[in-house]
């Protein structure tokens, strides 16, 4: 198994309220497949995602990536996991406001060794004619679609993608999910993806439903409908 979490727990202490984000969850993650969190507000999503990324620490329970155990993980050494292994998407893309598209991309395909071309990926997500632009002039859709390049161009054999759609329109949504798509069909990266959005779990080959930190249900997708064949 590619990705193995077992009886994670990670609970909040808020004022003298202690809240259980995640209660003793175990999930198996598969090479290559792209699998959809879903789960209403509160329920956990982005407190694995985090787990699953090396940005948080669970309580108890292990997280085994590629064989390693990533929970016994000094601070380097899960530093070097996120730039070699990882690519985050999250809600609100994430670009340094001083660099320009191109750069963007540059800045972090020299965290890994096995890189991309720079210029492939930004064909691919449909930017490089505007690689020269800043941030500020570039959509929402296109800001997100240079935060999937600069996920992709680490050529990491995981994403993790936080309501990666949930600040887009319906077209712009949809693109982003059809790059998503190719991305996991052309790389083999397995893509984790976060959300409310049902519709979007119909595109994955694995649905994982979460609330208040359990496993409520585990879905097989055996036939994963094309994104742009997704409505909601
Ligand atoms: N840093 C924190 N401090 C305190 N409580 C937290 C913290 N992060 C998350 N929580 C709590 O843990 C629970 C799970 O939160 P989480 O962010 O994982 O939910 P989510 O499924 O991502 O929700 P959403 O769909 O709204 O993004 C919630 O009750 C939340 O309030
Ligand atoms: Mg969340």
């Avoid at 800045?107 to 890994?112: D, F, V």
């Avoid at 890189?115 to 990926?121: F, R």
């Avoid at 632009?133 to 680490?154: D, H, M, N, T, Y």
Wanted: with cysteine; charged share 30%; proline share 3%.
């Amino acid at each position: 198994m590619f990705i193995e979490i077992k009886d994670l727990s990670k609970s909040y202490q808020v004022g003298l309220t202690k809240i259980d984000a995640l209660k003793k969850l175990s999930i198996d993650f598969e090479k290559g497949k792209m699998y959809v969190i879903l789960g209403p507000s509160g329920s956990g999503k982005t407190t694995l995602l985090n787990i699953l990324g090396g940005i948080d620490k669970p309580d108890e329970g292990k997280v085994i990536v590629d064989g390693e155990d990533i929970t016994n993980y000094n601070d380097r050494e899960l530093t070097n996991y996120r730039r070699r292994k990882l690519g985050f998407i999250f809600q609100f893309y994430n670009l340094v406001n001083s660099l320009t598209v191109l750069e963007n991309v540059l800045s972090t395909k020299y965290l890994s060794e096995n890189g991309l071309d720079p210029k492939e990926v930004l064909e691919v997500v449909g930017m490089w004619e505007h690689r020269d632009k800043f941030p500020f002039e570039l959509s929402g859709g296109e800001q997100q679609r240079v935060a999937i390049a600069r996920a992709v161009v680490k050529n990491p054999s995981i994403i993790l993608c936080d309501e990666p759609t949930g600040a887009l329109d319906f077209e712009n949504a949809k693109r982003v999910l059809k790059l998503l798509e190719d991305i996991n069909k052309r790389y083999g990266t397995t893509i984790i993806i976060a959300t409310h959005n049902t519709a979007i779990a119909k595109m994955s080959h694995k649905i994982i439903r979460l609330r208040s930190g359990e496993l409520v249900e585990y879905q097989d997708n055996p036939s994963p409908a094309l994104a742009e064949e997704v409505v909601w």
